[in-house]
């Protein structure tokens, strides 16, 4: 461990109106005083395990190395499904294996999986429906500070890490059939699309509409007008000028999307 202030993020869809949040803090605080903490989102939809991974994706290469990642997005809590800490890239990710750090092996393998053991470093049992605060948080605290997996649990095979399971984006010829991975608080559709993708001139199919504007920003249309962009992500995204695509459109997370080159 470097002598940086050690950095703890923390993806969950516990919300700010409970206070789950700040009780993993406060374990992760009290076992590791020095470490600072970086809210990512608490917003992610209840069990949406794949609108986590989204989350996590987007952001963690944003953080210096040794940067401990805790996602918890966890329905299967108290489950057969195992607590985890996976080691990639330089950095750790600690939370629920169920696919949620997905993204992040399919670009970087892993080079470290440990099944976390509770019993190793916790003085009592942990709670059966709260791990973020009895499980994860004091694993995160211990990493931050320096503390070798090996003493939080056993050694994982890799491989054997969940994946999810959702459809990526694909090429047929001259089309691309990708989806909606995020709909952000103002009502932009964020594809699975990459711009490097796109045709020179696209036309997009969505929910029965054709789009053939892509802009450099939302001015590009009138107000209320549907537009595409090139998305700060590096995919495509669907937006509405001074309202929401999302509205606009009836659409969610998962819905198809169609790009073609403009006839």
Same mark, same amino acid.
């Given at each position: 461990m470097s002598d940086a202030m050690p950095l703890v993020t923390l993806t969950t869809d516990f919300g700010l109106r409970d206070p789950y949040v700040a009780e993993m803090k406060g374990v992760i605080l009290s076992a590791c005083p020095q470490v600072r903490l970086?809210? =990512?989102?608490h917003e992610v939809a209840p069990g949406d395990v794949g609108e986590g991974s989204w989350a996590l994706a987007r952001v963690w290469e944003r953080f210096p190395p040794e940067t401990v990642h805790v996602a918890v997005v966890d329905p299967g809590v108290g489950s057969t499904r195992l607590p985890v800490a996976v080691r990639a890239a330089g950095r750790w990710f600690v939370g629920p294996d169920n696919g949620i750090v997905g993204?992040?092996?399919?670009?970087?393998?892993?080079?470290? /999986?440990?099944?976390?053991?509770?019993?190793?470093?916790?003085?009592?049992?942990?709670? #059966?429906?709260?791990?973020?605060?009895?499980?994860f948080a004091?694993? /995160?605290?211990? $990493?931050?500070?320096?503390?070798?997996?090996d003493a939080l649990g056993v050694t994982l095979e890799p491989g054997r890490l969940v994946r999810l399971q959702e459809e990526g984006p694909a090429r047929t010829g001259d089309t691309i059939r990708g989806h909606i991975v995020h709909v952000d608080r103002f009502g932009n559709l964020v594809?699975?699309?990459?711009?490097?993708? $796109?045709?020179?001139?696209?036309?997009?199919?969505?929910?029965?509409? =054709? $789009?053939? #504007?892509?802009?450099?920003?939302?001015?590009?249309?009138?107000a209320g007008g549907l537009l595409m962009t090139r998305g700060s992500g590096g995919t495509l995204e669907i937006s509405a000028r001074g309202t929401s695509a999302a509205a606009a459109l009836g659409v969610g997370?998962?819905?198809?999307? =169609?790009?073609?080159? $403009?006839?």
């Open positions: 970086i809210d =990512v989102t993204a992040v092996l399919d670009r970087w393998p892993p080079a470290t /999986a440990v099944e976390l053991e509770a019993s190793r470093f916790l003085a009592e049992p942990p709670s #059966d429906t709260f791990h973020g605060r009895d499980v004091p694993a /995160a605290a211990r $990493l931050a500070c320096g503390e070798s997996a594809t699975d699309i990459p711009v490097d993708w $796109l045709p020179d001139v696209p036309t997009a199919t969505i929910a029965g509409r =054709v $789009l053939q #504007d892509i802009g450099r920003s939302y001015t590009a249309v009138p997370r998962g819905e198809t999307v =169609v790009v073609s080159p $403009l006839d």
